[in-house]
């Protein structure tokens, strides 16, 4: 399973795309923000922890379709279902290195984008806490999704249309957090809320992911 | 011995349901007339509302059938993953477009209710919005219905995702509770209250409500039945081609 993680962090390193994509549509996203809304900073502020979420759910969710995808086609996934190795160790472990490609490079670069969009200064230990802890449900839940889709050609904009409702809770929770930070108010129920999203998801999508796989690989 | 899972088989089920139907659609009309008419033609107006009141008549039927209608789904769903009985995944296939349609009338009749009276066509109220991520949630279960082309398959996956979007939608609807203040009034019905609206409104509404009842399984039964010739269509075709 370690093996597995390695090879997809190394592809994602050697293949290119992998860090770099979702960073640069995060950046981008939250770049047209001022565009739509206007330069005014009072407004920019108010809608920060919004927008810095959304753009993260985003970035996340670009990504989603190539997690199975590759592997799929060229038929890797068969290998490993034929090996000792469960599918719900694979499904938790591509979810894992979508977190650490995608996720993990959303959370370091989000206060930078905060200071862009003129995020309160309390908020962003709680930015990078909620977005380090909630991130990781939108890898679980995303990697579920990408199971359900793999076997359909041209699934992306399905994906999204399977995913996105999926990512409510998180997305509630996560930006009402920031939000609650940076009017200061008490922002540790709705982290504690994301929080707890998260360990339901690790823990019960990968099944969830690993069945949608087996109907898509019989 | 008779049980329940007789009715998995096809056969019996298209029997059984060729009787049920003319009596269940038969049952919905009465009940929808007699509803309808008693309650938009011969129930006062409100003194706060107006006779904007009597789309109470739709609103809530069509709100409760929507949610019990994704309801059926998840049970039948679950019956299939356990016991694959194809007859059970086709009705939550049929009942899919159903429970759609009444979230959207819902949807449509609180939107013309919630201009004169609350002043706006859409507020982002935990009930409404509920309601909004209840619809996607129909979308995308038809919609992978529709990608995939292995009806085993497309029965499999879509109810995974159906247990895995109940879930959501569950956590999705305390979620919203903490977003934001309700606009919205509290449950028009409810089993734990003596008098929940006055008996003048109540006789009509409980009457479209079993109309509602009885349109919602007719439908179903009526779009299972048509799944299952089309399944049985298939087999022919496949069958003559390869003789």
Known sequence: MIGLLKRDLTLAIRAGGGFGLSLAFFLIFTTLVPFGVGPQTQILAEIAPGILWLGALLACLLSLDRIFQLDWEDGTLDLVATSPVPLEGLAAMKALAHWITTGLPLVAAAPVLGLLLNLPGPAYPWLMASLALGTPALSAIGTFGAALTVGIKRGGLLLSLLVLPLYIPTLIFGALCVARAATGQDATTPLVLVAGITAGALALLPFAAAAALRVNLR | ?243
């Open chain 2, 1 to 243: 011995m008779s049980s329940l899972w007789e009715y998995a088989n096809p056969r019996k089920f298209m029997a059984t349901s060729a009787f049920l139907l003319p009596w269940t659609a038969g049952i919905a009309a009465v009940c929808l007339v007699t509803g309808l008419v008693w309650g938009f033609f011969f129930t006062p107006d409100d003194f706060r509302q107006g006779s904007t009141v009597k789309i109470i008549y739709v609103h809530v039927p069509a709100a409760i059938m929507a949610i019990n209608a994704w309801f059926m789904m998840l049970v039948t769903s679950i019956i299939w993953v356990i016991r694959r009985h194809h007859v059970s995944v086709l009705a939550a296939k049929a009942a899919a477009p159903v429970g759609m349609v009444f979230t959207l009338i819902a949807l449509a009749t609180g939107a013309l209710w919630g201009q004169p009276m609350w002043g706006t066509w859409w507020e982002w109220d935990p009930r409404l919005t509920s309601f909004l991520i209840l619809f996607l949630f129909y979308l995308g279960y038809m919609a992978l219905w529709e990608a995939i082309e292995n009806p085993d398959s497309a029965a499999d996956l879509t109810s995974v995702l159906c247990l895995v979007g109940s879930v959501f939608a569950v956590i999705s609807r305390y979620a919203l509770l903490f977003w934001n203040q309700g606009l919205h009034q509290g449950a028009t019905l409810s089993l734990d209250r003596e008098q929940n609206i006055s008996n003048v409104y109540w006789y009509p509404l409980v009457i479209t409500l079993a109309g509602f009842g009885f349109l919602f399984i007719a439908l179903v039964l009526y779009r299972t039945r048509t799944e299952i010739r089309a399944r049985r269509l298939k087999a022919l075709i496949a069958q003559e081609r390869m003789a």
